[in-house]
């Protein structure tokens, strides 16, 4: 097999096949030549090319996400691995296991007006898990330490917290030599995965805690699918005294669970809080998108138990009183065995789900007299997009309508909320639906994000089970709905950003298939073709036009009537 003649390629090369990674995803350049040629020789590996780095990392998270795997990115020195930090830092707060590897200039070279040389050393600084300088073997000792620092780094992306880790490799010239056998590794230190579980005198707090407090509300944020949450989740529903409020990103459905979290919240009678303020707050998974909650469980005073690995300390409520790193299904398993031996009388559940199912019949009745706009198109979308589809969200406004509306049963949601940006939407969906091309992906995305990620459609890769829906608005329309904005000098020509652009000849010029709305009749007329098997091989967008159309004004009226009805 012919490999780069490298040694510190060839050993790179082969503990990423130790570790298990079978996906690479390459951007061209010549200080990475060596990694191009190993990776693509070595039949072990799946070889993906994206030039835009950027793209190319956010592509490599969603691949990585999809598999719950590590995948390894490599790209030359220079500005290309700064391109990356924007998928890093998102790889890092939702947890992915992504492996970085930069190619870099020779130590001595830097900062001596070399072309393509920056500090890369630990570049990526605290948001990756591990950071590894590869320097040049020379002797049987740096060898050792070598495979040593390459052991240890990759473990780490794929522990029990999961996230980027960063291999930066100086490599000198010829880049382009290759040999036919490749070195293997000579010792290999394995890392134990140690799960955490509750102790003893853990289980005592806990118990403590829940004994003292009745009225307890669980709030889960962003995750992937876990069926064995879903069945506990679905028992602790049983139990009157825990009222629990999940977001579509949450990824758990149940009818007796709050999905509509700001709906419901909107609704809620100003003389009736102390019914259902918590006593007892308990939170697992990541990111929770509404605001509204986070306020009000802020001023709840409440104390908070926590679950999970990753950021234990992380105290988004302010009244962080336990938290440990066991897993979210241990610490549920828990209290679900605490409350079957303990059980309370308590409606607070049902006052909590009779608030959600009151905002959802006011909702159904006022969208009757919204008109086109951008919350109608989210409206429809929703209700024809296939069963068991994979929805892809971007942020800002778009996730914003999306959790007006119940999840769809059966739907798995994504959004990268690690850091709420509103680049790599695009380039993330895609690296998801690759790998899952028997189900279809749809992203709705807003006009910023896909024009801010159109490089994602420069790809080779492409999968045809992508739709993508634009809703088009002329500009960043979330600086409509916050407050804020709207009173500055700067609010259309900066905050809003408007334009006039649209997706048409960005989708020409990568063969994507396009088709443009401007109204509700041709908007229910686009279906069916939409969805319907794209003969050439390429995903399908349509561009929803709603420039123009006062889409926050049409959001404050759901917002003011759906109250009104409530309250009268």
């Not at 000792?141 to 996230?163: N, P, V, Y």
């Not at 394995?190 to 009745?214: G, R, Y």
């Not at 065995?337 to 009779?354: D, M, V, Y």
């Not at 159904?364 to 209700?383: G, H, R, T």
């Amino acid at each position: 097999m012919i490999t780069s003649a490298k040694l510190e390629v060839q050993l790179i090369v082969a503990a990423c096949k130790k570790v298990g990674i079978t996906k690479v995803v390459l951007s061209p350049g010549s200080r990475n030549a060596p990694f191009s040629i190993a990776f693509d020789e070595d039949p072990a590996f799946e070889v993906f090319v994206i030039t835009d780095e950027r793209s190319a990392a956010f592509y490599a998270m969603g691949m990585a996400q999809k598999l719950n795997q590590p995948v390894a990115i490599a790209c030359t020195s220079g500005s290309a691995p700064l391109n990356y930090f924007p998928a890093i830092a998102e790889a890092f707060y939702q947890q992915i296991p992504l492996v970085v590897i930069t190619a870099d200039r020779p130590q001595e070279w830097i900062n001596q007006g070399d072309g393509q040389t920056i500090q890369q050393f630990n570049v990526f600084g605290q948001h990756v898990l591990a950071f590894a300088q590869l320097n040049p073997i020379y002797s049987n000792d740096q060898r050792w330490m070598f495979e040593r620092q390459l052991a240890e780094t990759l473990q780490r992306a794929k522990g029990a917290i999961k996230g980027p880790v960063h291999l930066n490799v100086p490599l000198s010239e010829p880049l382009y030599e290759t040999v036919e056998v490749p070195e293997t590794l000579n010792n290999w230190m394995q890392l134990a995965s140690n799960e955490v579980v509750l102790s003893q005198n853990d289980e005592v707090q806990l118990a403590q805690l829940l004994e003292s407090h009745k009225n307890r509300l669980l709030i889960i944020g962003q995750q992937q699918k876990d069926e064995k949450l879903q069945v506990l989740i679905d028992e602790l529903l049983k139990d009157g005294s825990v009222a629990v409020l999940v977001e579509h990103t949450s990824n758990i459905q149940s009818e007796y669970a709050v999905h509509c979290i700001d709906r419901a919240l909107n609704c809620m009678k100003q003389a009736d809080l102390d019914t259902y303020q918590p006593d007892l707050i308990i939170a697992i998974g990541g990111a929770v998108i509404s605001k509204r909650i986070k306020r009000f469980l802020r001023n709840a005073n409440a104390p908070v138990i926590r679950f999970g690995a990753a950021f234990p300390t992380m105290d988004t409520y302010q009244h962080l009183a336990f938290t440990s790193e066991t897993s979210a299904l241990n610490g549920v398993q828990f209290i679900l065995r605490f409350l079957q031996e303990n059980p309370a009388q308590s409606r607070f559940a049902f006052h909590w789900k009779t608030l959600d199912y009151q905002s959802e019949i006011a909702a159904e009745n006022i969208l009757q007299a919204v008109p086109f706009s951008d919350l109608k198109v989210m409206e429809e979308l929703l209700d024809v997009v296939p069963d068991n589809a994979h929805i892809h969200l971007s942020n800002s406004s778009i996730i914003r309508y999306a959790l007006l509306f119940n999840p769809v049963k059966g739907m798995h949601y994504w959004c990268n909320r690690g850091t709420s940006g509103i680049d790599g939407s695009t380039s993330t969906a895609a690296g998801i639906a690759l790998l899952n091309q028997t189900e279809c992906h749809v992203l709705i995305t807003g006009d910023l994000s896909f024009f801010y990620d159109s490089n994602a459609l420069w790809n080779a890769h492409l999968p045809e089970n992508l739709r993508i829906v634009v809703l088009n608005n002329g500009g960043g329309d979330i600086f409509n709905i916050i407050p804020g904005p709207k009173t500055t000098n700067q609010h259309e020509r900066i905050f809003l950003a408007q334009h006039n652009y649209s997706a048409e000849y960005i989708c020409k010029t990568f063969d994507v298939s396009y088709q443009k709305v401007t109204n509700e009749e041709t908007l229910s007329a686009c279906w069916s073709d939409f969805f319907a098997h794209a003969t050439n091989g390429k995903p399908k967008l349509i561009e929803v036009m709603t420039a123009g159309v006062s889409n926050s004004e049409w959001l404050d009226y759901f917002f003011d009537q759906s109250k009104e009805l409530i309250n009268k």
